[in-house]
């Protein structure tokens, strides 16, 4: 299995992640649920119109913290704001239950790809392990 599919995978069977951004000097840390593979890269979501949105714009770099069956991963990545209609409508087609509130062809939906990704999985069990992507 790739990395890019690992990363991707264990995020997705995790349900929700923690994005950090940075506003200023301050960390910022929030829910996510999104991830999703389209034409090889690994993209997140949001809205434009999220504080969210806004810190990505002013600082692309983030990590990302995720936690599933003694298992953590860390990413580190800078994302990339992708404004096609077909990522968009990509990512949404693979989840559905955002269709209430976005939609591919709105100004406010937000696809972002990682690019520049160091993905560290860690347990108390095993040393970690770091791929790239």
């Known amino acids: 299995m790739s990395a890019i599919n690992e990363v991707c ?9 923690y994005l950090a951004t940075v506003e200023g000097d301050q960390p910022r840390v929030r829910p996510f649920g999104t991830a ?19 810190q990505i714009a002013a600082n692309p ?5 995720a936690f599933d069956k ?10 990339v704001r992708d404004d ?10 693979h989840n559905p239950s955002l ?11 937000e696809v972002l790809y990682l690019k520049d990704s160091t993905a560290t999985f860690s347990s108390f069990t095993a040393a970690p392990r770091t791929v790239t992507f």
């Open 61 to 65: 770099k983030v990590e990302i913290c």
């Open 36 to 54: 999703n593979l389209f034409e090889g890269k690994l993209y997140i979501q949001t809205g434009k119109v999220k504080e969210v949105s806004k």
């Open 99 to 109: 269709r209430s509130m976005y939609s591919e062809t709105d100004d406010n939906t």
């Open 9 to 17: 995978d264990f995020l997705q069977a995790c349900g929700t992640y």
């Open 70 to 79: 003694g298992v953590w991963l860390r990413v580190a990545a800078t994302l």
């Open 84 to 93: 096609r209609v077909e990522a968009k409508k990509d990512m949404l087609d």
